[in-house]
């Protein structure tokens, strides 16, 4: 063990100079002890299966060894994991993808004006369209029975009502398949113990975030439904903005909660994987806890958020048709913003002493929509621009990940920008309308991979890791 130990200290360049900057300015080995064959016998006897790999007295300073101080590794049961196996990050990043698509899915089918083809909710059965004429004349008889049929499309046809069919029925499909893919291989993640505690605890909450979401979409669904509820909004057969905004937020929120995950576990992963290169780890750990970095990363969170009321209140301008009107950039109409009657209308308010006019009109003047989506929309443009810029001169202060993706963001934010004033220009046609709405979760992509690139590892996450650059070391020793 002693000749294992001095050759530990005398060849392993890492741990002398990181002894050479602590108290302790020389390393003294013991020379080997003499005894006889009982003595051996009886120290094998006594011995423990664990040694010790810094004397105790060493006052070691470095991040990345401090753990090694006075340790013993001891043979053990397993204990509960503490870092998810890399395929869990793979299956969260193609969730991911999978809640993306459904996200523009969802965006085709409000823009082709599908949502209210069919009329019933039926979570098992509804998965299996109509088969035969019989049953798709059933199902256009449902549809004439709903104000949509009667108020605007009473001049279709079944081939036409077909079509709006098949694109609710595959939004809805898209969203069980998505359930089978998130639910199933969760089960058998955590079965097999590939899924750390904290994981599987947020994994349960995304599935119960992932049923609700069947149930708001059908809510949404029945608001364009339900004559009463048409006639106390006074509007014509569509849903309501308030209940899409809700399921749009619900979307991104699940997506947003499943890719961060996903980037936590595959970045903890590489740390891990390269645990025989304590130097970078312990760059990396040093530029996150830079106090001058500290002090603005919580301006992440603003960017973020930000960007998720930006996306929402596009929502609320789909709900409303308000990108249909003052279709030109930057000015609205005349002016670059219309008159206070013009945006604070007294035909919104509904109470006789208009204590309700302003937020109505918030929330339900397509002009005053707009006009809060426009400056939401600028507010984070600059507040991008911002960001990039001062990435770019201090750049030695940010992780080259976080530069990267500073990059990126501005890049997404230039781009999102552009498709929103062409939407805007061109009245919406839908493959615009559709890549504006990808653009916004896109943009929001982007934003969440910046602020994860400026999180600071779980500390359970670098104990762990640490003790695996410990044994790489003894390994290499």
Same mark, same amino acid.
């Given at each position: 063990?002693?000749?294992?130990?001095?050759?530990?200290?005398?060849?392993?360049?890492?741990?002398?100079?990181?002894?050479? +900057?602590?108290?302790?300015?020389?390393?003294?080995?013991?020379?080997? =002890?003499?005894?006889?064959?009982?003595?051996?016998?009886?120290? #094998?006897?006594?011995?423990?299966?664990?040694?010790?790999?810094?004397? *105790?007295?060493?006052?070691? +300073?470095?991040? #990345? $060894?401090?753990?090694?101080?006075?340790?013993? #590794?001891?043979?053990? %049961?397993?204990?509960?994991?503490?870092?998810?196996?890399?395929?869990?990050?793979?299956?969260?990043?193609?969730?991911?993808?999978?809640?993306?698509?459904?996200?523009?899915?969802?965006?085709?089918?409000?823009?082709?004006?599908?949502?209210?083809?069919?009329?019933?909710?039926?979570?098992?059965?509804? *998965?299996?369209?109509?088969?035969?004429?019989?049953?798709?004349?059933?199902?256009?008889?449902?549809?004439?029975?709903? &104000?949509?049929?009667?108020?605007?499309?009473?001049?279709?046809?079944?081939?036409?009502?077909?079509?709006?069919?098949?694109?609710?029925?595959?939004?809805?499909?898209?969203?069980?398949?998505?359930?089978?893919?998130?639910?199933?291989?969760?089960?058998?993640?955590?079965?097999?113990?590939?899924?750390?505690?904290?994981?599987?605890?947020?994994?349960?909450?995304?599935?119960? $975030?992932?049923?609700?979401?069947?149930?708001?979409?059908?809510?949404?669904?029945?608001?364009?439904?339900?004559?009463?509820?048409? =006639?106390?909004?006074?509007?014509?057969?569509?849903?309501?903005?308030? !209940?899409?905004?809700?399921?749009?937020?619900?979307?991104?929120?699940?997506?947003?909660?499943?890719?961060?995950?996903?980037?936590?576990?595959?970045?903890?992963?590489?740390?891990?994987?390269?645990?025989?290169?304590?130097?970078?780890?312990?760059? #990396?750990?040093?530029?996150?806890?830079?106090?001058?970095?500290?002090?603005?990363?919580?301006?992440?969170? =603003?960017?973020?958020? $930000? *960007?998720?009321?930006?996306?929402?209140?596009?929502?609320?301008?789909?709900?409303?048709?308000?990108?249909?009107?003052?279709?030109?950039?930057?000015?609205?109409?005349?002016?670059?913003?219309?008159?206070?009657?013009?945006?604070?209308?007294?035909?919104?308010?509904?109470?006789?002493?208009?204590?309700?006019?302003?937020? !109505?009109?918030?929330?339900?003047?397509?002009?005053?929509?707009?006009?809060?989506? !426009?400056?939401?929309?600028?507010?984070?443009?600059?507040?991008?621009?911002?960001?990039?810029?001062?990435?770019?001169?201090? %750049?030695?202060?940010?992780?080259?990940?976080?530069?990267?993706?500073?990059?990126?963001?501005?890049?997404?934010?230039?781009?999102?920008?552009?498709?929103?004033?062409?939407? $805007?220009?061109?009245?919406? &046609?839908?493959?615009?309308?559709? *890549?504006?709405?990808?653009?916004?979760?896109?943009?929001?992509?982007?934003?969440?991979?910046?602020?994860?690139?400026?999180?600071?590892?779980?500390?359970?996450?670098?104990?762990?890791?640490? +003790?695996?650059?410990?044994? +790489?070391?003894?390994?290499?020793?």
């Amino acid at each position: 063990m002693l000749c294992r130990t001095g050759f530990f200290f005398t060849k392993n360049a890492v741990v002398l100079n990181t002894l050479a +900057q602590s108290k302790v300015s020389r390393l003294s080995i013991a020379p080997r =002890a003499k005894f006889s064959l009982s003595q051996m016998f009886s120290r #094998i006897t006594r011995s423990t299966r664990s040694y010790s790999t810094i004397p *105790a007295n060493a006052n070691v +300073q470095s991040p #990345i $060894l401090n753990s090694v101080k006075a340790s013993t #590794i001891s043979v053990s %049961k397993p204990g509960p994991t503490v870092i998810s196996h890399k395929y869990v990050g793979y299956w969260l990043l193609a969730t991911s993808g999978l809640v993306f698509g459904i996200v523009v899915l969802g965006g085709l089918t409000r823009l082709t004006e599908s949502g209210l083809s069919i009329t019933e909710w039926k979570p098992i059965t509804g *998965a299996i369209p109509p088969m035969n004429q019989k049953e798709w004349e059933e199902e256009f008889d449902k549809y004439k029975s709903s &104000p949509e049929f009667q108020q605007l499309n009473s001049h279709i046809t079944l081939e036409e009502f077909k079509f709006i069919f098949k694109m609710e029925w595959a939004h809805r499909l898209m969203g069980r398949a998505i359930g089978m893919f998130f639910v199933l291989p969760a089960l058998y993640f955590w079965k097999s113990g590939k899924m750390s505690t904290h994981v599987s605890k947020r994994v349960l909450g995304l599935t119960g $975030l992932l049923g609700l979401q069947g149930a708001i979409g059908w809510w949404m669904v029945k608001s364009g439904l339900d004559e009463e509820s048409l =006639a106390e909004r006074k509007s014509k057969p569509t849903v309501s903005q308030y !209940r899409l905004t809700t399921h749009l937020a619900a979307a991104f929120l699940l997506y947003l909660g499943v890719l961060s995950t996903g980037f936590e576990i595959l970045t903890e992963n590489k740390w891990l994987k390269n645990a025989n290169k304590p130097e970078m780890f312990q760059n #990396i750990i040093e530029k996150l806890n830079n106090p001058a970095l500290r002090k603005i990363a919580p301006f992440r969170f =603003a960017l973020l958020g $930000l *960007a998720f009321a930006t996306a929402m209140s596009g929502g609320m301008v789909a709900g409303l048709d308000a990108g249909l009107i003052y279709n030109t950039f930057p000015h609205m109409g005349d002016d670059i913003v219309p008159s206070v009657n013009e945006l604070m209308s007294p035909v919104y308010a509904r109470k006789a002493d208009q204590s309700d006019l302003w937020w !109505r009109n918030l929330l339900e003047n397509p002009t005053t929509v707009q006009l809060v989506h !426009r400056i939401l929309a600028t507010t984070v443009f600059f507040t991008v621009a911002g960001t990039y810029l001062f990435c770019s001169r201090n %750049k030695a202060m940010f992780p080259k990940a976080t530069l990267k993706r500073a990059h990126g963001i501005m890049g997404l934010v230039t781009l999102q920008v552009a498709l929103g004033i062409t939407t $805007l220009i061109y009245l919406v &046609p839908i493959p615009l309308g559709s *890549a504006h709405q990808a653009g916004a979760l896109a943009l929001l992509t982007g934003c969440l991979a910046f602020s994860a690139s400026l999180r600071k590892p779980r500390p359970a996450a670098v104990s762990y890791i640490n +003790q695996a650059m410990k044994n +790489q070391l003894l390994k290499k020793n």
